[in-house]
C-alpha cells in the first residue's frame, strides 16, 4: 500500500513539472500494484486482507499475521474507509491487537517481540504503540457519520495524552501493565502521528457539524 501511494505522489510530482510521460509511466504502475494488492492480498477463506506474501526456498507462503499497517488501506485511500473488505480488516485487527489490560493501547502486530515484556500473547499481542492506537483513531474518525460516532476516536486522542510524561514528551511504546514509556523517547514519529490524527478529527468534526 505504501508503494502505491509513493508512486501516486511521485505522478503528481512529474504533473507539476509538466512531465506526462513520467506522469503516465508513475499512474501505470500505481495501478499495477493496486490492481495485484487487491487480486492477490485479499484472503477469501479468512474473509480480510493478508499483511503480504513471503517467497521462501521458491514457495509462496501467504502471511495472514494481523498488523496495525493494514490501516493503510484506507490511510493511504487504496480503499474507501465504507468497502466492506476495509471494515472487516479493521475490525479484526482492532479486535486481536488491542491490549487487554487496563493500560489498554493498540499493538504494533501479532506476537511483537520487540521490547516485549508479557508472555502473555492472548492478552498482550504485543506492547501498546503510540502510532498505531492514533491509526486507529484516524479510522474511527474516517468512518463516523455524526459527531457522536467520534466519540471513539476523541477517547484514544485522550488516551495518548495521558500516557505522555509530564514535559510532554511522548514515547515509542508503552509497557502494557504499568503505562511506562518503553523504547525510544520522545519519538518523533509519535509526535507527529498526534498532531495528524488531531488534525483529522477536526476536519472531521467540522464536515459533519456541515453536513
Excluded at 55 to 79: K, M, P, W
Excluded at 119 to 125: A, S, W
Excluded at 153 to 182: K, N
Aim: net charge neutral; hydrophobic share 40%; proline share 4%.
Amino acid at each position: 500500500m505504501t508503494v502505491w501511494a509513493g508512486l501516486q505522489a511521485a505522478s503528481r510530482f512529474t504533473l507539476a513539472f509538466g512531465d506526462e510521460a513520467l506522469t503516465r509511466k508513475f499512474d501505470e504502475a500505481a495501478s499495477d500494484i493496486r490492481r495485484a494488492a487487491l487480486q492477490h492480498l485479499w484472503d477469501e477463506e479468512q474473509g480480510r486482507f493478508l499483511r503480504g506474501i513471503l517467497f521462501e526456498r521458491g514457495q509462496r507462503i501467504r502471511d495472514a499475521t494481523l498488523d496495525s499497517s493494514l490501516f493503510s488501506l484506507t490511510h493511504f485511500g487504496v480503499l474507501p474507509e465504507s468497502d466492506a473488505r476495509v471494515t472487516a480488516t479493521l475490525e479484526a485487527v482492532a479486535k486481536r491487537l488491542w491490549c487487554r489490560t487496563e493500560i489498554g493501547g493498540l499493538a504494533r502486530y501479532e506476537g511483537d517481540y520487540y521490547h516485549r515484556v508479557s508472555g502473555d500473547l492472548d492478552r498482550v499481542p504485543g506492547n501498546p504503540w503510540i502510532l498505531c492506537t492514533l491509526w486507529l483513531a484516524d479510522w474511527h474518525c474516517a468512518r463516523a457519520t455524526s459527531r457522536s460516532e467520534l466519540a471513539p476516536a476523541r477517547a484514544l486522542l485522550q488516551w495518548t495524552c495521558d500516557r505522555a510524561l509530564p514535559s510532554g514528551v511522548l514515547a515509542e511504546q508503552i509497557h502494557p501493565h504499568t503505562g511506562e514509556p518503553l523504547s525510544v523517547s520522545p519519538l518523533s514519529w509519535s509526535h507527529a502521528t498526534l498532531a495528524s490524527s488531531v488534525h483529522h478529527y477536526v476536519e472531521r468534526y467540522r464536515a459533519l457539524a456541515r453536513e
